[in-house]
């Protein structure tokens, strides 16, 4: 019975932020530009319009134009100044009893443009006094060493990731983080969400929307050099230290059939199939002929070596961290295999942002993976987005409390059912500026932060209704929800 399911006394319970939504300190110790720091703020621009702009990726001239931009906001350059605030707001989530505390490195802080040959010392520097903070305070660091921070050089100079070129920049710069913090870090997750090509691909390939002939052709070929990328990167590991585990990340978007039509099950099918080709590359190590079929079926070429396929082959990844906030589906008559051509669930309720509240989905998405790959899982992302109101100084989030109970019941269901599941990393736990919308009032944290969406306010951290709550889970091991 799930009453009775004991949670592992190791579980590692905490939460999870990026180095662009958070650090701010945009022209601070040499730090270069960032794919962030290009995504400006839109103030009469809905939620959905931006949504559609993200998939829309930048141009060129966009991209350029952004840099040279005096006058407009650009949220990710300031975040929540977590730069110079860290050990404090490090003290909070301690508080909760954190034991784990997800976070990237900035590729900009140690390369600014991505050319050098020598990292930056200034930022290394932040980067040691922030892991030792993490150690000394009882969490276990988790560190992306790419969460949509490629260096603008790289996306202007390289025309981004489907360039062979970008393969060997990130490889010196993977090496320089794995060699400083091999005996402090201990979980690695290379490259965040890699799977995001059509929802995110200008923060996930680098490439400019104007900058190739065959678009999809082009983000097919920068995820395969990320593939690379990542095996030699594990492959390094061996050498440094073979206790590291290197994790690979995806954002699970697959769907349900929108009915029981034979055509929507097959649909979900094939769609669903197109997600873990990511996955089975990376850990079955070669890639699946439903995969090779859609390229050849689409025009797409790609660059693949005999040497890649070797160190695919002897370099998988040591387990799956996935990202999960909401369910989709999939219905023939309206939509197609391409990933971003979904149908809203309708029988679910949604976030002001769209995003369906289905905890059962993490249970079937837990569930699947495990049984796919039986590779250790961890939950590198899991919250609600919402307008919190500041009241007398106090939020009341009992919707935050809510969602986030059922999604956890949901991960223990999984694994009472066999799914070997270790960390639970709560996104946003302090509120930090927005990925899709550069907001700031769209709030997951457990902690607010008096700061809107204009960067205006107090920065006061205020502990909300959920702050209480998760401590308790926390120290119930997750018996109490």
């Known amino acids: 019975m799930l009453n009775n399911y004991q949670m592992p006394k190791d579980?590692?319970?905490?939460?999870?932020?990026a180095a662009n939504?958070?650090?701010?300190?945009?022209?601070?110790?040499?730090?270069?530009k960032s794919l962030a720091d290009v995504h400006k703020y839109y103030p009469d621009k809905s939620n959905f319009e931006i949504q559609a702009e993200q998939k829309a990726g930048m141009t060129i001239s966009q991209i350029k134009a952004n840099l040279e931009d005096k006058e407009g906001y650009y949220p990710k350059r300031y975040g929540i100044d977590f730069y110079h605030t860290y050990d404090k707001d490090l003290e909070l989530l301690a508080e909760m009893g954190f034991k784990n505390f997800r976070t990237s490195i900035?590729?900009?802080?140690?390369?600014?443009?991505?050319?050098?040959?020598?990292p930056n010392k200034a930022g290394l520097k932040y980067y040691d006094n922030l892991i030792d903070k993490i150690v000394e305070l009882?969490?276990?660091?988790?560190?992306t060493i790419l969460h949509y921070e490629t260096p603008v050089n790289v996306s202007l100079k390289y025309g981004g990731w489907h360039n062979r070129k970008v393969i060997d920049l990130f490889y010196k710069y993977g090496k320089v983080v794995l060699d400083r913090y091999k005996d402090k870090v201990r979980y690695w997750i290379v490259i965040n969400q890699i799977n995001l090509i059509g929802y995110e691909p200008f923060n996930s390939t680098a490439i400019p929307s104007d900058a190739v002939d065959n678009y999809e052709e082009a983000a097919y070929q920068a995820v395969h050099n990320q593939f690379v990328a990542s095996a030699?990167?594990?492959?390094?590991?061996?050498?440094?230290n073979p206790e590291m585990q290197i994790g690979t990340m995806v954002s699970d978007v697959t769907v349900y059939p929108a009915t029981s039509k034979?055509?929507?099950i097959v649909l979900a099918l094939k769609k669903n199939r197109m997600e873990f080709y990511y996955t089975d590359v990376q850990f079955f190590g070669e890639y699946p002929?439903?995969?090779?079929?859609?390229?050849?079926?689409?025009?797409?070429?790609?660059?693949?070596?005999e040497e890649d396929k070797q160190l695919l082959k002897e370099n998988t990844m040591d387990y799956l961290a996935m990202s999960y906030y909401y369910t989709d589906t999939a219905d023939a008559s309206k939509n197609t295999i391409k990933q971003v051509s979904v149908t809203p669930n309708p029988a679910v309720e949604s976030s002001p942002w769209g995003w369906a509240i289905d905890p059962q989905g993490l249970y079937v998405s837990l569930s699947t993976y495990w049984d796919r790959y039986k590779k250790p899982l961890m939950i590198a992302e899991n919250g609600l987005g919402m307008y919190d109101e500041l009241k007398d100084g106090k939020v009341h989030d009992d919707y935050r409390i809510a969602y986030l109970s059922a999604h956890i019941s949901a991960m223990k269901q999984a694994m009472y059912d066999g799914a070997n599941v270790f960390a639970y990393c709560a996104w946003g736990p302090i509120d930090i500026i927005s990925c899709s919308s550069a907001q700031m009032n769209k709030r997951y944290g457990f902690i607010y932060v008096d700061l809107d969406n204009e960067g205006k306010g107090t920065g006061e951290r205020i502990k909300k209704d959920s702050f209480y709550w998760y401590k308790n889970v926390i120290e119930t091991n997750g018996s109490e929800l």
């Not at 579980?11 to 932020?17: D, E, K, V």
């Open 106 to 118: 900035d590729w900009t802080r140690i390369f600014p443009t991505g050319d050098e040959e020598e």
């Open 262 to 264: 034979p055509d929507d």
């Open 11 to 17: 579980f590692l319970w905490g939460g999870a932020i």
């Open 138 to 143: 009882g969490m276990e660091p988790i560190i």
């Open 21 to 32: 939504q958070a650090e701010g300190a945009h022209d601070v110790g040499g730090k270069g």
């Open 232 to 240: 030699m990167l594990k492959k390094y590991t061996e050498s440094v």
């Open 289 to 305: 002929q439903y995969a090779l079929n859609y390229f050849a079926e689409n025009s797409i070429h790609l660059d693949i070596t």
